[in-house]
């Protein structure tokens, strides 16, 4: 399928800092792109999405931001908490518009 | 809460044993899917269904079967189990009136010896 890479595949931070997690896909039919949160054992949960025609969405402490023209989509957690630490998966729909394409996660600590 | 079960959570089994996981939903959803999850792969698309006794492949389909006779199941079998074939099974359903979204089971650990 079409690829979708995601980065860093490892990210720790300090409680109350920051987070950003950056992925880039190929299809230029892509219009759907969410992210996803799996905590050990579980299975991914959808936490926030956004479409094509918008540039930034956000939810409480979580936010995404798509560029269209450079093929790039970032989740940004602000004012983290060690209940955040899990591993985050971005996706992107196919150019079928059924499936969806999934980066390959990242690994977030937070420590207090 | 999705309304996706899936079953069992944990199998071990033989090297060219038959198994079937199961994935079944409450709410009568038309798009069901099934994913596996690896290490270093990520998630991975199997097999897909738009509605009763409709299917198609996904990006890894090789060695896998499925089926769906009724809209609220969507058995996995894996027809003559091999080691690679050991993997975190993921059921996904996409509800009506979504385009996209699709949300998942717990997963189902399975280990071929």
């Known amino acids: 399928g079409e690829n979708v890479e995601q980065h860093p595949s490892t990210l720790s931070v300090q409680e109350g800092d920051s987070a950003v997690i950056k992925c880039t896909y190929s299809d230029s039919a892509s219009n759907y792109f969410p992210w996803y949160k799996q905590e050990l054992g579980k299975g991914p949960q959808l936490i926030i999405d956004?479409?094509?025609?918008?540039g930034e969405k956000k939810d409480q402490r979580i936010a995404v931001t798509l560029n269209k023209t450079a093929k790039h989509f970032s989740l940004h957690i602000t004012e983290t908490q060690p209940e955040d630490s899990a591993v985050y998966f971005c996706?992107?729909?196919?150019?079928?518009?059924?499936?969806?394409?999934f980066g390959k996660g990242t690994s977030l600590l937070v420590t207090p | 809460d999705a309304g996706i079960t899936q079953s069992p959570r944990y199998k071990i089994t033989e090297t060219g044993r038959q198994v079937t996981l199961m994935c079944h939903q409450t709410?009568?959803?038309?798009?069901m899917f099934w994913y596996r999850q690896d290490l270093g792969h990520g998630l991975r698309l199997i097999y897909y269904?738009?509605?009763?006794?409709?299917?198609d492949k996904g990006e890894v389909p090789d060695g896998y079967v499925v089926s769906r006779s009724k809209t609220e199941n969507f058995p996995l079998t894996l027809e003559s189990a091999t080691r690679s074939q050991t993997s975190v099974y993921f059921c996904?359903?996409?509800?009506?009136?979504?385009?996209?979204?699709?949300?998942f089971g717990p997963g189902t650990r399975l280990t071929v010896t």
């Open positions: 996904a359903i996409r509800p009506k009136g979504h385009t996209y979204e699709q949300y």
């Open positions: 269904s738009a509605a009763a006794d409709i299917t």
């Open positions: 709410w009568s959803h038309s798009y």
């Open positions: 996706a992107a729909n196919t150019n079928s518009g059924y499936a969806l394409n």
């Open positions: 956004i479409r094509s025609n918008v």
